[in-house]
């Protein structure tokens, strides 16, 4: 038999579908315990039963937007494995955005609200539950869009992306030498629920199973931080970062 992972308890956010549930399932087959919230409990409950036995696995219902609710839901999951988590996955998002200054402020606004300042919240309370225990692994979830500003309806959410990764920066500076450990995920095109509207032929883009699995690969190495899939987006990271604005621009 396997040993159990060193990270066993697993609190994920967005977990009602896309990267969040696919996560779920891909470390529940690793022997993870689990812990999922999102707003949607009927999705949650019917990726538990999809899950079955082997491993824990609790359902939470949780808008990440409801900064009070966010401390009690994590205090709650915690007890319910035990009195602690080891890891807790910042991935609940949001991706609607439109060119700043067209009279859209309303959806900005709330995919500045969810991505950033909801993202904050969850990462102060898992960094109490960490900080109380002495250890502990927190993962953030990125964008390949924070490399860059971005045009169009992009602004926003790549300006969010880019700010959870410095948030997560931050917080990997400040425990530094610790066992905690701060991890940022960059994933690139990977389907999703929130770019079903997306073409199918869009280039680059992987399937949830295969892009997930990079991302669960790269979080369990628990390296700082990671383009996901590694091909070719390792090497883009670069490129978004240097080339010229003109050509970012052409490319968003």
Same mark, same amino acid.
């Given at each position: 038999?396997?040993?159990?992972?060193?990270? !066993?308890?697993?609190?994920?956010?967005?977990?009602?579908?896309?990267?969040?549930?696919?996560?779920?399932?891909?470390?529940? *087959?690793?022997?993870?315990?689990?812990?999922?919230? *999102?707003? !949607?409990?009927?999705?949650?409950?019917?990726?538990?039963?999809?899950?079955?036995?082997?491993?824990?696995?609790?359902?939470?219902?949780?808008?990440?937007?409801?900064?009070?609710? $966010?401390?009690? $839901?994590?205090?709650?999951?915690?007890?319910?494995? %035990?009195?602690?988590?080891?890891?807790?996955?910042?991935?609940?998002? =949001?991706?609607? %955005?439109?060119?700043?200054?067209?009279?859209?402020?309303?959806?900005?606004?709330?995919?500045?609200?969810?991505?950033?300042?909801?993202?904050? *919240?969850?990462?102060?309370?898992?960094?109490?539950?960490?900080?109380?225990? &002495?250890?502990?692994?927190?993962?953030?979830?990125?964008?390949?869009?924070?490399?860059?500003?971005?045009?169009?309806?992009?602004?926003?959410?790549?300006?969010?992306?880019? %700010?959870?990764?410095?948030?997560?920066?931050?917080?990997?500076?400040? $425990?530094?030498?610790?066992?905690?450990?701060?991890?940022?995920?960059?994933?690139?095109?990977? !389907?999703?629920?929130?770019?079903?509207?997306?073409?199918?032929?869009?280039?680059?883009?992987?399937?949830?199973?295969? &892009?997930?699995?990079?991302?669960? %690969?790269?979080?369990?190495?628990?390296?700082?931080?990671?383009?996901?899939?590694?091909?070719?987006?390792?090497?883009?990271?670069?490129?978004?970062?240097? *080339?010229? =604005?003109?050509?970012?621009?052409? =490319?968003?």
């Amino acid at each position: 038999m396997s040993p159990a992972p060193r990270r !066993r308890r697993i609190l994920i956010t967005g977990a009602s579908s896309g990267l969040g549930a696919e996560m779920a399932r891909q470390f529940a *087959a690793k022997g993870h315990d689990l812990a999922l919230c *999102a707003r !949607r409990v009927d999705n949650l409950e019917r990726l538990r039963d999809e899950i079955g036995g082997g491993v824990s696995v609790t359902v939470h219902a949780l808008d990440v937007n409801d900064h009070d609710a $966010v401390f009690t $839901v994590f205090r709650a999951a915690a007890e319910a494995h %035990g009195g602690g988590l080891d890891r807790v996955i910042v991935n609940a998002g =949001l991706g609607k %955005g439109a060119p700043i200054g067209t009279g859209r402020f309303d959806a900005n606004r709330e995919t500045a609200m969810t991505n950033f300042v909801a993202a904050l *919240a969850q990462c102060e309370a898992a960094m109490e539950l960490f900080r109380g225990a &002495g250890d502990g692994h927190l993962v953030v979830i990125s964008s390949m869009s924070a490399m860059r500003g971005l045009p169009r309806a992009l602004t926003t959410y790549a300006a969010t992306k880019a %700010g959870i990764a410095a948030l997560a920066e931050g917080i990997r500076a400040d $425990v530094l030498g610790t066992p905690i450990r701060v991890t940022t995920i960059y994933p690139g095109y990977i !389907r999703s629920e929130m770019n079903d509207q997306v073409a199918q032929s869009t280039p680059l883009m992987v399937s949830t199973e295969v &892009g997930v699995r990079s991302i669960v %690969g790269a979080v369990e190495r628990e390296v700082a931080e990671a383009e996901t899939p590694a091909w070719p987006w390792r090497p883009l990271g670069v490129v978004m970062r240097h *080339a010229p =604005l003109q050509v970012i621009r052409r =490319l968003a």
